[in-house]
């Protein structure tokens, strides 16, 4: 309570839009210092350092659409995370939810086209239903189980909370860790494919499951489509529509929400599923789209980097698309940097989480003015 | 040489000058007033004398000496003590416990309560000090907050608008502790914005209007009149009143009893009114009496649950106890809420979404909001309801407390209610905005609706309503006609002491400050 050393925060009134869209441009070039820094630390050129991060991996079409095949799970995870975060319900369980996703689009996919599947028989090619059962609906299936089982993931964390009042980020983030265990049990268990040298692996799935590829020759696939589309969609869902109304003011004013009539728990629920049900989706394009069969390694951390985009993407759509490929290029050229310039794996996470320092430290100076105590003493 | 000294006081926030060279002198053992409407720079001032706030400019002479407050601990080693509008004080912990916590480290927790009981005595504030704080009245806990300050033994004490949370009774008793407190040679700093607390206690005012002391004046040599030309420029018009046949009942509530839903709020006990269109209906109260409870159950924003009696509460002869605010929206009974920034208006959004809490037109068929029709309403309310604000899409946290208010009530009756309900119409409001708001609410009533306001504003009450109901711990009087009551009988109908049932027993433990 003395002056003390601490500085204080006075707040500044109406911060300039133009700033606040400033701030993760500043958060990005001082992150950029802060690894130049790093690298010269750890004995490397740091012009080199730099543009293995930030140039190579938009080198060329192949490395380039590496970016966006990693950017797509993270856009997609983001999208339904601002929906949380902007109705105040702090899911940080996306990883988990995207993991579940993952198991059940891949559940679906196994039985789709195994040989002892109720339909894989049918999908071969003999049987009345055939053409129902064909291609055109494999893959929508396996999508939709995706969707189906990040939202069933997600609805945990919202009955607990409902009924309960659990603390979400507690009941989310365990969930996580249920989700991984739960994928090792099946790997290494009843999913395991019997002709994988014992590998913790399932077969790989039946081509007609698969997520086709966009363009010849990379893995990128139609997926990234679906993230460009859900963009505006999710830009129409959070600002021009009635039901996003709802949960913007009950994220923001919880009290007028109530005054208005709009439930509280609907936005619950509704932020949740959707959510939940976006991850779900995430994870389902990840297993039919490059890896075409589960492993304990599906998901390399991309619900938990997604918070990240969301933040940095100012909780924005568009920002969001931008956020996702910025995140993308980082965990990209995190692997140029074990490869090509011999440094630790972990310098991404690293370079993730001063991303995120750096843009609340930048938020909080565009919205408030520091007071130094020994500014006083040098004043007249 | 004066106590307190200010000159040239400047202090900048971003767009606005909260105090712009404010001179203002303040004498040993003098009751000095600083009267001003909302957002006059009063508050800005008292922060800057309490040493939380710095100036840009300007000195602050104490005793004579140029003096630097950097914080408010070095204010109250000067003797500078504050009692705050908003308590800040802790529920869970005896009234001991809250007065030892604001002490310097040294002393035993029994020697405060020894300390508190005398000072108590002799300054007439009596309250016991093992007693926890949420078993107190609001005038009591003021007393709390006032003896804290005065356990500092301060050369000065500031009370920022002390008598908002009083009964007439309590405001008398807290005016002559103050003139005993004043005799003693403390010097005291009363900063309000009703004109007869200052005519009736203060040796001298200063006037401040847009951050500048447009006068200092001895208040007893005024009328009111002149003091209201000094604080907004003019006097506000007189409201007119026509006369209104009532018609049928629009809303009412029989029996209605409700259990705590925090363990320190007041619950209601047997409630019962009825509010016939064509008139205006008083609920006067200090709050915390259960004028929130009954407020929610109206609104709808507190449901009767299945096992509850939902026919209690009723609008035009339908049971509505188990409906939303939405559903009791579309039936014709709309509200407005005491608080403006956070229920009633969403502080970050602007103007033309903040219409979209309560009003439909901005809502498309399928679900999507219509952008130029929000924004179309939101300019009519803004014309219509004379709200100084930037444009329809200016933030509402943006427009000042009496603009916001206007607007909200605006949006409120431009909906052309068959009900409403209003808390606190002109709570903190600037004389011209509260003119405005209640003119518009005298016109509602002329158009045939039905209003029912909650206040702790006597004279507004009586300037406004046909009839009157006092609340007090939980529980609420018969009606009477205005002509039939007096201010001095509402204000002891304000304890819980009025003639009918079953009040004997409550008058012991009586709402508020009441000696």
């Known amino acids: 309570m003395r002056a003390g050393f601490l500085p204080r925060f006075e707040p500044r009134g109406q911060p300039s839009l133009a700033l606040s869209i400033a701030s993760p441009v500043i958060a990005l070039l001082l992150t950029a210092l802060l690894a130049a820094v790093l690298f010269v630390a750890l004995g490397k050129d740091p012009w080199r350092g730099l ?65 002892q599947g109720a339909l894989g028989g049918l999908a071969a090619g003999d049987g009345p239903l055939a053409a129902l059962a064909g291609r055109p609906l494999q893959l929508p299936l396996v999508l939709l189980a995706g969707v189906a089982g990040g939202a069933a993931w997600a609805a945990i964390t919202a009955l607990l909370r409902d009924r309960c009042n659990a603390n979400e980020i507690l009941v989310s983030l365990m969930l996580v860790y249920v989700a991984q265990q739960l994928l090792s049990y099946l790997v290494f268990g009843p999913w395991k494919d019997p002709k994988g040298f014992n590998f913790p692996q399932t077969p790989t799935f039946d081509p007609s499951t698969w997520l086709p590829p966009l363009m010849a020759g990379t893995r990128l696939h139609w997926g990234f489509v679906l993230a460009l589309i859900a963009v505006p969609l999710f830009w129409f869902a959070l600002f021009r529509s009635w039901r996003g109304f709802q949960l913007d003011v009950s994220g923001q004013a919880p009290a007028a929400a109530r005054y208005a009539g709009f439930s509280a728990r609907r936005a619950l629920w509704t932020a949740l599923l959707v959510s939940g049900g976006m991850a779900g ?100 | 040489m004066p106590r307190l000294q200010l000159e040239g006081i400047t202090r900048h926030y971003p767009g606005v000058k909260a105090n712009d060279g404010i001179d ?91 300390r508190i009981e005398a000072m108590g005595a002799s300054y007439d504030l009596a309250v016991d000090p093992r007693r926890p704080l949420h078993a107190l009245s609001v005038g009591e806990r003021q007393r709390v907050e006032i003896i804290r300050a005065l356990l500092g033994a301060p050369k000065l004490l500031i009370l920022d608008e002390p008598t908002s949370v009083l009964a007439p009774q309590a405001i008398e008793g807290l005016f002559a502790t103050l003139r005993r407190l004043a005799s003693e040679g403390c010097s005291i700093l009363y900063v309000s914005h009703k004109l007869d607390e200052i005519r009736a206690l203060c040796d001298r005012c200063t006037v401040l209007r847009g951050g500048r002391v447009t006068g200092e004046v001895v208040p007893a040599r005024e009328t009111p009149g002149s003091l209201s030309r000094l604080m907004i420029g003019t006097e506000p018009p007189p409201l007119t009143r026509i006369a209104v046949q009532p018609g049928p009942v629009a809303l009412s509530v029989h029996a209605l009893s409700l259990p705590d839903e925090t363990v320190h709020g007041t619950a209601l006990d047997q409630v019962s009114l009825a509010l016939r269109t064509g008139e ?55 509200f407005v809420p005491e608080e403006r920034l956070g229920r009633g208006a969403v502080p ?83 004389v011209g905005a509260a003119a405005v708001i209640r003119a518009e609410l ?71 400050g009441t000696r």
């Open chain 2, 442 to 512: 005298l016109a509602l009533r002329a158009r045939g609706a039905a209003v029912l306001v909650v206040s702790e504003d006597l004279d507004e009450l009586f300037l406004l309503c046909d009839r009157l109901q006092v609340i007090a711990r939980g529980r609420l009087s018969p009606a009477r006609p205005i002509s039939e009551t007096s201010p001095a009988q509402v204000g002891e109908w304000m304890s819980g002491l009025w003639p009918g049932a079953g009040n004997e027993g409550a008058a012991v433990a009586t709402a508020d």
């Open chain 2, 348 to 430: 970050a959004l602007g103007l033309d979404r903040n219409t979209l809490l309560t009003r439909t037109e901005g809502i498309g068929r399928v679900g999507q909001l219509k952008p130029r029709a929000m924004h179309a309403l939101a300019a009519r309310l803004i014309e219509r309801f004379d709200v100084r604000a930037g444009g329809p899409g200016s933030a509402a946290s943006s427009l000042s407390g009496g603009n916001l208010q206007k607007f909200i009530v605006g949006r409120e009756i431009d909906a052309e209610p068959k009900v409403l309900v209003v808390a606190q119409p002109t709570w903190g409001v600037d």
């Open chain 2, 280 to 334: 205006i209906l008083g609920i006067a109260g200090v709050s915390g009496n259960g004028q929130q409870a009954l407020l929610a159950c109206l609104s709808g924003e507190r449901v009767i649950g299945p096992g509850g009696d939902r026919a209690a509460v009723r609008l035009f002869g339908n049971p509505v106890g188990g409906l939303g605010p939405r559903e009791r929206r579309a039936l014709g009974l709309h």
């Open chain 1, 281 to 380: 989706l995430a994870g389902a394009m990840e297993v039919a789209g490059p890896l075409r069969q589960l492993t304990p390694h599906v998901s390399t951390g991309y619900g938990f980097t997604a918070i990240i985009v969301a933040f940095v993407g100012r909780l924005h759509p568009v920002g969001i698309l931008l956020a996702g490929i910025l995140l993308s290029m980082m965990l990209i050229g995190g692997e140029y940097a074990q490869s090509r310039l011999g440094l630790p794996g972990a310098l991404t996470g690293v370079f993730q989480g001063s991303m995120l320092f750096m843009l609340l430290a930048c938020d909080t100076l565009v919205r408030s003015r520091v007071r130094w105590p020994w500014a006083r003493r040098l004043a007249p």
């Open chain 2, 24 to 114: 203002l002198t303040v004498a040993a053992g003098e009751i000095h007033a600083v009267l001003g409407e909302n957002g006059a720079g009063k508050s800005t001032l008292m922060k800057i004398i309490h040493g939380s706030v710095r100036p840009d400019a300007g000195t602050v002479r104490w005793n004579g000496e140029a003096v630097q407050l950097a914080s408010p601990a070095m204010a109250q080693a000067l003797g500078i003590s504050m009692v705050y509008q908003h308590f800040s004080l802790f529920e869970t912990l005896s009234v001991a416990e809250n007065v030892w916590l604001g002490l310097p480290r040294g002393e035993s927790l029994a020697s405060v309560a020894r």
């Open chain 1, 51 to 115: 543009s293995v991060f930030f140039i190579e991996p938009l080198s060329g079409w192949r490395p380039a659409s590496e970016v966006l095949l990693k950017a797509t799970p993270l856009v997609l995870c983001a999208l339904g995370l601002s929906l949380c975060y902007r109705s105040n319900i702090w899911n940080v369980g996306a990883e988990g939810q995207f993991l579940l996703g993952a198991i059940a689009a891949g559940g679906m996919a196994l039985w789709l086209g195994g040989p």
